[in-house]
């Protein structure tokens, strides 16, 4: 995760709640992108589309409840998945995943999930920024860091930055200007 931008002014809305995760994501185009060929098992299982990746949370008997039924989740996950999931094939669970069926346990109507339009971050993986038709999406999108400022397919990114490929930090440093 690259944090293109200055998140203080988060904390006072934060604050204010138990949970809140980042709900959907968004590409590169800061377009808000709500179903991705990567969550098939969120839509069968009518998961909510949170992202474990931004999550903030405070200590609260709410919180408490919820990492602790993630962790009897991941404890469990062989009978887990076999009776809770529908066409789970996951051999380990993956956070986000157990964060989804977690959070539909606590609140299964979604009634409290906090979905703050500015609280997502911008996902580099290719089918989500429509680019998963070129090998190299980063020499495509071109990313380039201009004084403290990050551009990704010409323009400037203002959200979290979650890349995907690990030699991401290294195509950035060699594109400075």
């Not at 931008?5 to 994501?25: G, M, P, R, T, Y």
């Not at 179903?35 to 969120?42: A, N």
């Not at 008997?61 to 989740?73: H, N, P, S, T, V």
């Not at 299964?108 to 999930?113: D, H, Y």
Request: charged share 25%; hydrophobic share 35%; net charge positive.
């Amino acid at each position: 995760m690259l944090f293109a931008d200055n998140i203080d002014w988060w904390w006072h809305h934060l604050c204010q709640h138990d949970l809140v995760f980042s709900v959907n994501c968004r590409n590169y185009q800061d377009s808000v992108i709500k179903k991705t060929p990567y969550r098939k098992l969120f839509y069968q299982n009518h998961l909510p589309d949170i992202y474990n990746g931004l999550t903030y949370f405070r200590r609260s008997e709410r919180a408490m409840q919820f990492f602790k039924l993630c962790k009897d989740i991941t404890e469990n996950w062989t009978q887990v998945k076999n009776e809770l999931l529908i066409n789970c094939h996951e051999q380990h669970p993956s956070t986000d995943i157990v964060y989804a069926l977690a959070y539909r346990i606590i609140d299964p109507l979604q009634s409290n999930l906090i979905d703050y339009p500015w609280f997502k971050f911008i996902h580099g993986k290719p089918a989500i920024n429509g680019v998963d038709v070129t090998a190299d999406q980063y020499n495509y999108l071109n990313p380039v860091q201009l004084h403290d400022r990050i551009y990704v397919g010409g323009r400037r990114l203002n959200r979290i930055w979650h890349y995907h490929d690990k030699k991401m930090i290294d195509i950035l440093n060699d594109r400075i200007f």
